[in-house]
């Protein structure tokens, strides 16, 4: 298995992987349309294909940038039939070194998964510390008021950080 860039014909098989995680609600739910239209924004994981196939897609990831020094993790999701193996830890260190080359100062994710987050080095802070993320996104999300999704952080390019983040137990925000 390998990780690339996300190509045009990725787009059907990132959109079902996608739809099927925001059926169970863990997902905001992205249309074909808008996958295939940022798909220069996804990462994904495949299993090579032979000379007769495709790349069998087994997870994906969007690392959507909000500026030169803050990208937000979304869509991270790996085929439910696969999961437990490590893939998404994958995805998400694919993504982190892919920010890293692009010289993005910090990385954050709104997840129903801290825990996976703080495992790879994450520190939880406060949604309120991310005003873009609240204008972009959760300020038009009709479960805003009632949302239980926890603020992820991570610096993972130090020398372009201009101020601290601080994380919910007021420590500063750890460098991957």
Do not use: W
């Not at 959109?15 to 349309?33: D, N």
């Not at 437990?84 to 692009?102: K, S, T, Y």
């Not at 949604?127 to 009709?142: F, G, H, M, N, V």
């Amino acid at each position: 298995m390998r990780g690339r860039r996300a190509r045009p014909e990725d787009a059907v098989a990132v959109h079902r992987l996608i739809a099927h995680y925001a059926a169970e609600g863990l997902l905001l739910p992205r249309t074909e349309v808008e996958i295939y239209a940022h798909i220069g924004r996804f990462l994904v994981l495949v299993e090579p294909a032979s000379a007769a196939s495709t790349d069998r897609l087994l997870g994906c990831v969007a690392l959507e940038p909000y500026g030169p020094d803050l990208a937000e993790i979304r869509s991270l999701a790996v085929d439910p039939q696969i999961c437990g193996r490590g893939l998404g830890a994958r995805l998400l260190r694919f993504a982190l070194a892919v920010a890293r080359r692009r010289k993005v100062a910090r990385v954050f994710a709104v997840t129903h998964a801290p825990k996976f987050f703080n495992r790879q080095g994450f520190q939880t802070l406060s949604r309120q510390a991310l005003p873009e993320k609240l204008d972009r996104d959760c300020r038009t999300c009709p479960k805003s008021p009632t949302c239980k999704l926890v603020a992820v952080i991570a610096t993972v390019c130090p020398e372009r950080v201009m101020l601290p983040v601080v994380a919910a137990a007021g420590n500063p925000v750890p460098t991957l």
